[in-house]
């Protein structure tokens, strides 16, 4: 399944998934596809009217800017994921879902870099970030710090990230509001 992501290249022959999930596989940090149907067909359905467009005007952004951050915030249960799962089906770009599990691994990692530098453009989706606003948390600096590397230009790939937030947004770390 990570064979398409370990042998391919952006001007490669193979193909690339475009939806991804990291993962670790035999020790290292690689990336698989996600299966997930694509049945977005009446998603406008769920969401009222200036919700939806709100949704489809992030996708827009995303795709025609190089590098920022976005942040979907509400209560539990209110379609923050399958905002994210319409996003990133309306992208052409490779998508990367990280489960918050694997943050140290990858985001906290030197070389979830390498995984990164493969694609000209990629849009990592990070969901329930409710961690960052934990008084608990107590590497809440390095992963902040380390978000914020990754779209101020650290990588010399384009890197979109899309943060999930089961709270209000003024709850949330300045730094990553501000950026």
């Known amino acids: ?4 992501c370990k042998h ?24 698989e596809p996600m299966n997930h ?12 009217k200036k919700t939806y467009t709100k949704i489809k005007r992030v996708a827009k952004i995303i795709e ?16 923050k994921t399958n905002c994210m799962r319409y996003i990133s089906s309306k992208l052409k770009d490779v998508t990367i879902f990280i489960p918050s599990n694997l943050l140290d691994l990858s985001i906290n990692n030197p070389e979830f870099r390498n995984i990164l530098t493969k694609y ?8 329930d970030c409710e961690f960052l606003i934990n ?14 590397q990754l779209t101020d230009g ?5 890197i ?14 300045n730094d990553i509001l501000n950026s």
């Open 64 to 79: 025609n800017n190089e590098r920022g951050i976005c942040i979907l915030h509400g209560e539990r249960g209110s379609g």
């Open 160 to 173: 979109h990230i899309i943060l999930s937030f089961n709270d209000r947004i003024d709850k949330m770390d």
């Open 37 to 48: 149907p694509d049945n977005f067909e009446f998603m406008e359905m769920f969401y009222n």
């Open 120 to 127: 000209p453009k990629v849009i990592l989706f990070i969901d």
């Open 8 to 31: 391919s290249t952006p001007t490669g022959g193979d193909s690339i998934n475009r939806e991804n999930i990291i993962c670790v596989k035999d020790g290292a940090l690689d990336t």
């Open 135 to 148: 008084s608990q948390f107590t590497k809440l600096n390095s992963f902040t710090t380390n978000l914020l």
């Open 1 to 4: 399944i990570s064979e398409i």
């Open 154 to 158: 650290f990588v010399d790939n384009n």
